[in-house]
C-alpha cells in the first residue's frame, strides 16, 4: 500500500522545528522487460550457441541475446570444451543481437581457459552494438579480434540447447 503524501511535524527534544513535506511513496516493482521494447511485439532473441569442430579448433558461433540468463549456457559449454582436447578456440559474434556484463564475463572466461592451457582464442566482432561494449569497457584493443577471413573455415556444426 502506497504512503499518502503531506506533511509531517518535525520535532527535537519537545521543540518544534516546523513542517516538512513527504513524497507519495509506492513499492518498487522490477521490471525485466527491456526500456521502451513492446515484448509481445518483440520478445527477445533466443540464445543459441553453434559449435563447429575440425583438428581441435572450436568455433562458437553465438545467435541471440547474450545476457545474464544466456551467459551461464556460455560458460559451460566453453569449461566443457577446456576440459577435453582443444587447440584453438574462436567466439562468433557476428549473429549476436546483444550482450551485457555477464556475456562478457563468459567471453573473458574463455580468454582467462585457453590461456591458462596455452592455445589460441579469438573473436570474431558482432553488430555495432555489440561490439559497443568492448569499447566502452576499453578490451577492443586488449582481446584479439580477427575477420571471418582470418579463421579457418570449419566442420559441420552442432546446435546447443536454446534457453
Known amino acids: 500500500m502506497a504512503a499518502k503524501a503531506g506533511a509531517t511535524d518535525i520535532t527535537e527534544e519537545g521543540r518544534s522545528l516546523g513542517r516538512a513535506r513527504t513524497a507519495e511513496w ?3 516493482q522490477l521490471d ?7 515484448v509481445k511485439r518483440f520478445p527477445p532473441e533466443p540464445f543459441y550457441v553453434r559449435e563447429d569442430l575440425q ?6 558461433r553465438l545467435s541471440g541475446e547474450l545476457d545474464i540468463v ?6 559451460a ?3 566443457r570444451l577446456c576440459a577435453g582436447e582443444i587447440t584453438a578456440m574462436t567466439v562468433d559474434l ?11 564475463r ?3 572466461l574463455g580468454k582467462e581457459l585457453t590461456d591458462e592451457q596455452g592455445h589460441g582464442f579469438s573473436i570474431i566482432p558482432g ?6 561494449l568492448f569499447e566502452l569497457t576499453a578490451l577492443l584493443d586488449v582481446l584479439p579480434f580477427e575477420s571471418e577471413s582470418q579463421i579457418p573455415s570449419l566442420g559441420q556444426p552442432t546446435l546447443a540447447r536454446p534457453r
Open 26 to 28: 509506492r513499492p518498487c
Open 106 to 108: 563468459a567471453i573473458l
Open 32 to 38: 525485466n522487460r527491456r526500456k521502451g521494447v513492446d
Open 77 to 79: 559449454v566453453i569449461r
Open 127 to 132: 553488430p555495432p552494438n555489440v561490439q559497443r
Open 55 to 60: 583438428d581441435g579448433h572450436h568455433r562458437l
Open 94 to 104: 557476428s549473429e549476436t543481437t546483444f550482450i551485457d556484463s555477464s556475456g562478457l
Open 70 to 75: 544466456a551467459a551461464p549456457q556460455l560458460e
